[in-house]
């Protein structure tokens, strides 16, 4: 029976072998149309599918001479930018190579020494000695090695030493940080690759039920066990990489238990020697795999759960670093997905930074990768009309090249197919420019600033703070949608220029309030613009003091410099 030879398999000693050897006796005693017996032969499955003996020492890619080359090489192929990621990722894979490297030297020498034991073990010091002493002498020894008093072989010392020293490099728990489309996830892929390990990813967000961490108990109806186990199942190996996603988005605590509480003994190197899986029973050792979790933010983090993480934080990618991207890796995938080549679509020089600037503002790039794939898909179209239209064999998908006369712009009023896209041409293809790029170049003012402001998950732009003065009684009028925080910043701003009017040359003396002027008392009206949008922060005293002070004192605020 394949399952009893699974069971068989177990590393001896061990108390998955003791777990699984008493269920298979068990399941001998049930008869097959017994409801339990299906229960039993389930589990079993589990038990014997699951990794238990850790990997030798150099199955994966580390004692390759060239590893921490290859490496920084997969990454730099992988990511542009992100230096200080890349960095740290390098440092973790230096220090478990130079681990890996004392292990192996270890193994080496205990190797060698139990060469040289078992060759005095072997050798008969009586001279002359019969065949059968030297039988005798091999059964004893044989006999020895039974009861565990002398190792088999070398070579099983060396998988016995290779397992020890494996238990000793203990991964960090690395935690990625940032907006959404900054390559959390696809760095994970990377180290992976870079590591020869497989990959596995976990979805956390909206997980509410601690049994999808730790597993459901047998007692359940269908029950099985957790994501973990599943995902050593899928790696087939007890060191994998496994990506847990948007961890804070776990569920908080509920009548389900705390999903964030389970991950606390996942995530600590000293206590996941023995995860304790609910539906296995047995204890898992997860001090090998390689855990890397991200988040968009730290703020909905359990404290206990973030302090056992090392956190590396992601920000978004600057407008050059954005070109490049879109350059290097998304319009040819783009390319690649809707069945064109380079030839077909030819972006200028000056189109794809207007496609960055005008169309979209993000941390990320995947607002880019959506503008981008509406530009070809719009060529596929026009280019699937020119074949059609003139005839062309279906090889002619595959074999243009840039100089092929029937992608080139048209000639003499020859409606030929054109692949070049010019900025003109991105209204009629992606419609108006979401966002303004001439924001700044607005005629300065009196008591208009101009402000940065962040927008969203790491996302910012450029937003006037206007400020005018109507007849009044020296009130303060906020408008603009804002939160209580950036309404105490107005409130701080006007008694900060209060304060300070005699020295600014706005009043001739000190305790003279310059709104409530006799006979010319006014009221300040501030005001940010996009009142739909919802505005808060406390930075923004520092732009309103300005405007404040360019309103009173007629002085214009330049503008931001590109």
């Known amino acids: 029976m394949a399952l009893i030879r699974r069971v068989d398999a177990l590393p001896t000693g061990s108390e998955v072998r003791r777990v699984a050897s008493a269920e298979a006796r068990r399941l001998k005693r049930i008869p097959p149309q017994n409801a339990e017996h299906g229960v039993v032969r389930n589990y079993l499955e589990w038990l014997t599918v699951l990794p238990w003996i850790p990997p030798p020492t150099g199955s994966d890619a580390l004692p390759r001479p060239d590893f921490l080359t290859n490496a920084k090489a997969q990454l730099d192929a992988d990511h542009f930018g992100l230096d200080k990621v890349k960095r740290r990722s390098l440092e973790y894979l230096a220090v478990v190579r130079l681990r890996t490297m004392i292990a192996q030297e270890a193994e080496a020498e205990q190797a060698k020494a139990h060469e040289v034991t078992l060759k005095k073990t072997m050798e008969d010091p009586a001279v002359g000695a019969s065949a059968d002493d030297k039988r005798e002498k091999e059964s004893a020894y044989r006999a020895l090695i039974k009861v565990g ?27 990625f940080v940032g907006p959404p489309g900054t390559g959390k996830t696809s760095l994970g892929q990377s180290i992976a690759r870079a590591l020869g390990r497989p990959f596995r990813r976990i979805a956390l967000g909206g997980v509410r039920d601690e049994a999808e961490i730790r597993g459901h108990r047998r007692t359940y109806v269908a029950s099985g066990p957790g994501l973990l186990a599943q995902a ?14 948007e961890v804070d988005k776990v569920g908080q605590s509920n009548y389900h238990g705390d999903p964030s509480a389970a991950l606390l003994e996942v995530l600590d190197p000293e206590q996941n020697v023995a995860f304790n899986d609910h539906y296995i029973n047995v204890p898992i050792d997860l001090s090998q795999v390689l855990f890397i979790c991200t988040a968009n ?10 302090d056992r993480c090392e956190v590396i934080q992601l920000s978004g990618y600057t407008h050059d670093e954005k070109l490049h991207i879109a350059r290097r890796f998304l319009l040819p995938k783009q390319l690649a997905q809707k069945g064109l080549s380079e030839p077909h679509v030819q972006l200028t020089e000056p189109a794809l930074p207007h496609i960055v600037t005008h169309y979209t503002r993000e941390a990320g790039v995947r607002a880019l990768d959506r503008a981008i794939g509406g530009v070809v898909r719009f060529k596929a179209v026009e280019w699937a009309a020119h ?18 006369t029937t992608i080139q712009r048209g000639k003499d009023g020859d409606a030929g197919y054109d692949a070049v896209v010019e900025v003109d041409d991105l209204e009629n293809i992606l419609g108006l420019s979401r966002y303004d790029g001439e924001e700044r170049e607005r005629e300065t003012k009196r008591g208009v600033v101009w402000g940065l402001v962040v927008t969203g998950m790491g ?28 309404k105490e910043s107005a409130e ?56 404040v002070v360019s309103l009173l004192t ?9």
């Open 149 to 175: 008093d002398i190792p088999s072989t070398p070579s099983t010392t060396e998988g016995q030493a290779t397992r020890k020293a494996a238990k000793s490099i203990k991964a960090p728990i690395l935690l």
């Open 232 to 245: 050593l199942r899928k790696a087939g190996r007890t060191d994998p990489v496994i990506l847990l996603d």
């Open 297 to 306: 933010s730290l703020d909905t983090i359990a404290p206990p759960l973030l």
């Open 387 to 404: 074949v059609d239209a003139r005839g062309l064999p279906s090889s002619s998908l595959l074999s243009l090249t840039g100089s092929d």
């Open 459 to 486: 996302e910012g732009e450029i937003m006037l703070i206007e400020s005018i003065a109507t007849p009044g009684s020296g009130q303060l009028k906020l408008t603009g949608s804002l939160g209580d925080v950036i």
């Open 492 to 547: 701080l701003a006007l008694s900060w220029v209060k304060t300070h009017t005699y020295d600014l040359g706005i009043t001739n003396k000190r305790a003279l309030d310059p709104l409530r002027i006799p006979d010319a008392a006014i009221d300040l009206h501030l005001h940010l613009p996009a009142g739909a949008q919802k505005k808060d922060g406390p930075s923004a005293g520092v732009a309103m003091i300005c405007a």
């Open 554 to 562: 007629g002085k214009c605020v330049p503008p931001p410099q590109q």
